[in-house]
């Protein structure tokens, strides 16, 4: 019997390996196909892997070991590394619940304002970095305006407390969107069972609901945890001396540019999000229980009872409400002299943003987003649709790679590129002499000023999230509807224009959308590119927040929220939706 | 159909072909990059004034000390920057040391003090300012102390947690600031014993620094936390979150004068404090030489210098025909220890590298 089966196996791994080739030679012989492939594997190559093996490369040099037995023998560093995952856990839990929370009143509650909830909890998308730390610190500081002026503490917040708070509220968002919409995926008719067997709403949700969801939560958590320790801004902010290896990574940049250090204590950042990446991406993934065969049947079962319905409206108003309160500091802030000190009103914020230090900056940063935006949404789904629709050798590869973009934390990106592009790429080729690959695109004389260079880290920290709605929506669309298209006689190109894009549009939207506020927002991958030929507004709002100038950083803020908001209604309408831009929001998670 | 695709293939292939243009490394001098150390608005006062003056189209970046000097000596082989405007002068004297700067003699140098002229030209100062304490009224009410006086009054338990300042590998202010404390160290030993404080050239010894990290790490328990840029911790003490800031006194003036005046006070410690000469250089192979040189010779002006006191930047002029503001500090009520710039800038590296080890990482109990 068991040699049987054997037999039985192995002619169908030869199959489907034959079955890969000759998939890959079909796509060789598309030239259209094998260029658009090429090109991807080479950005692939050379933004996002060149960069990640070479700071790995500069922490494995004779100067980079010794520091790592230095670090990891010194309790002060073993300290900042447990604080960095103190903090990534926390914030991954506490995001996580909050998400959750916020998730199943929205799908299974039966409560008032549900819209202006939902919307609330996707406005930290677009929010700047250091906007709620910075809004955060003034309501409940040492000095703050509630902490201090309602309950008349000086509460320490600086430190472990405070940025869980700020780290929780800026990125419990994935966490809402994940859940929501598998909440929204669960078919009701398995309540309705479970209740005609008898059971309890507690027993529903307790062996129904959440056992359904774990993969869910757990890939939130997972997702949460890496952007909390890679996260540079907050811990800048309100850090105090709980110091994390971010923050470390940067003053050893900043401060004493000393690369090595730098590699070696990303490397030491690099592992646990990798690691968590890697989890996410093949245990979580296969361990799904949600049914994706059927459309939920019938509406959802929503809890009307007042004793349910009351708490968990109460608790979610609370949460909207701060939320609320932390944006409304921004906006006020940036219409008074110093807010909580000097309340008058006044316009000399916008003015010293618009009209002098920051103008620049606007005019850079929106230049610059909006040409990574299209690449990166025509990138996304390009790469979306070779993954999803045809089979070649190392596709799973190009989807892991492209999705590394987003899982590396930004600083490591960003030294990485400090690394390979401060020098121009040339290659010596017989006969032509020495040929210039790639310019130099960090530094000084900086190809286009360094513009080039965030540009692509716009492009590569976009992608990922443009490729997973891209893929999400083909695995909706039927093969057959292209293979239709083929047997009709369009190619490949023209299908792809033709059919699959108008089919995917609200996945590309989102996309871009994505792409355009992440980009605008960006800033721990950008800090060590900026060069003075372009200026880029996150690092000067962290300019001011650093130096406690809030009305100017406030102002900023407002600034760029504005530009983002604007541009998604133009993207809205340039791209077309039918299902309205709330819909597209939901998937740029 | 075939043919649009197969023409769209040649057509990314060939442009995949073309060489890459690189950009012409263009040094014409209609334009001008300042690495800007001093405060924001003083950078962008200054940069406008220059512009208006020469035509010559002026841009800045703003940088700490120990950041820019680790700007340039990161882009030495390709300067970004051609002037560097600002900032304590140790940290021109590691760069010069490094080879990092190109000396250039502006007209005006001969009417500068004599130290406020770098070795060779290769920096000239433009402001003097003396190192203090910041401190709020209320938090320093609520905490029941008095605005410190000393050094040693910092390290009263009662500041737990309330004092800033900005780590000295970005900010000059901090090195400077440590520096103060290696040379008050520095006076301690050699009144014991002489020859232990300082060495045969009159630089602090290497006693003299253990002492001062020794003092920092006793600090260490009360910083709140460290700064990038030197000026920082004032705006934090402006918002109450901290009781003391250690930042220069002209900083402290300027948060004054721009709405705090109620709220901060600034205390000089008795012991003596230091001071910094804001220096000023080109930078070597700058790649606007020529706007670079008309800066420095504009930068020393009287005109130039007075810009300053409009934005409340109360510094010192090192021109003398410079008027001074009444708000500026009157060093001669100042108690100034002698801070030996060669050895600061000369030890500069190797302290802030040390510092960031030992003391920056290390958590309070």
Known sequence: MKVQRLSQIAPSIRLTRNRHIAEFWRIFQDPLLFVGLVLVVLFVGITIIAPIVAMVQESRTEQGQELFENYLGSPVYRTIIQNTMEMGLLVAAAGTALGFLLAYVQVKVDVPFKRLMHIIALVPVIAPPFAVATATLLLFGRNGMISRGIFGVRYDIYGLDGLTLVLTLSYFTVAYMNLRGMMMALDPALDEAATNLGASRWRIFRSVTVPMLIPGIAGSFLLLFVEAIADLGNPLVMGGNYEVLSTRIYVSIVGLYNTTAAAVLSVILLVPSLLVFVVQRYWISRTSVVSVTGKPSGTPHMHRHPLIRWPLFAVAMFVTLFVIMIYGTIFAGSFTKILNVNNELTLEHFDFVINGYGSEAMKDTTQLSIIATPIAGVLGMLIAFLVARKKFLGRNALDFATMLGIAVPGTILGIGYLLVFNEPSEITLPLIGTVTVLPKLTGGRALLGGAAAIVLVYIVRSVPAALRSGVAALSQIDPSLEEASISLGEDNFGTFRRVTLPLIRPAFLSGLIYAFARSMTTISAIIFLTTPRTKIMTQQILNEVENGRYGNAFAYCVILILIVLVAIGILAVAVGTSSGAEKTMEGGA | ?365
């Not at chain 2, 950009?23 to 924001?40: G, H, Y």
């Not at chain 2, 300042?165 to 014993?193: C, I």
């Not at chain 2, 600090?219 to 250690?246: C, D, F, K, W």
């Open chain 2, 1 to 365: 159909m075939k043919k649009p695709a197969l023409l769209l293939t040649v057509l990314i292939l060939a442009a995949l072909a073309l060489p890459v243009i690189s950009p012409a490394a263009q040094a014409q001098d209609d334009t001008l990059t300042v690495l800007c150390t001093p405060q924001e608005d003083w950078c962008v006062a200054m940069t406008q004034a220059f512009q208006e003056e020469t035509g010559i189209e002026t841009s800045y970046v703003r940088m700490s000390s120990g950041e820019s000097l680790a700007r340039i000596r990161a882009t030495q082989s390709d300067p970004e920057f051609s002037v560097w405007w600002g900032g304590p002068a140790d940290a021109f004297i590691a760069a010069s040391a490094e080879g990092l700067l190109e000396p250039y003699e502006p007209e005006l140098a001969s009417v500068l003090p004599a130290e406020a002229v770098g070795e060779d030209h290769a920096w000239h100062g433009v402001y003097i300012g003396a190192l203090g304490f910041c401190s709020n009224v209320e938090v320093l009410d609520e905490l029941g102390v008095e605005a410190p006086t000393s050094w040693e009054d910092l390290l009263d338990p009662a500041f737990e947690g309330n004092i800033a300042m900005a780590h000295p590998a970005t900010s000059g202010t901090a090195f400077t600031a440590f520096w103060s404390v290696v040379t008050l160290k520095a006076d301690e030993l050699e009144a014991a014993e002489e020859g232990t404080g300082y060495d045969e050239d009159g630089a602090p010894t290497e006693a003299a620094i253990d002492a001062a990290f020794e003092y920092f790490s006793q600090l260490h328990q009360n910083i709140l936390q460290y700064t990038r840029s030197g000026s920082a911790p004032g705006q934090m003490a402006g918002n109450s979150e901290i009781a003391v800031a250690i930042i220069f006194s002209h900083d402290c003036v300027k948060l004054q004068e721009e709405g705090f005046a109620e709220l901060l006070v600034g205390t000089f410690p008795e012991e003596g404090t230091g001071y910094e000469i804001g220096g000023m250089a080109l930078i070597a192979n700058a790649p606007e030489p020529d706007a670079a040189k008309q800066w420095i010779e504009w930068a020393l002006t009287p005109e130039a210098q007075a810009i300053a006191q409009t934005v409340n930047s109360l510094q010192l002029p090192t021109n003398p025909d410079t008027p001074v503001s009444e708000l500026s500090v009157n060093l001669s009520e100042v108690n100034l220890v002698d801070y030996n710039f060669p050895a600061a800038g000369e030890n500069r590296t190797e302290i802030v590298e040390r510092f960031d080890m030992e003391i920056a990482p290390q958590p309070t109990e």
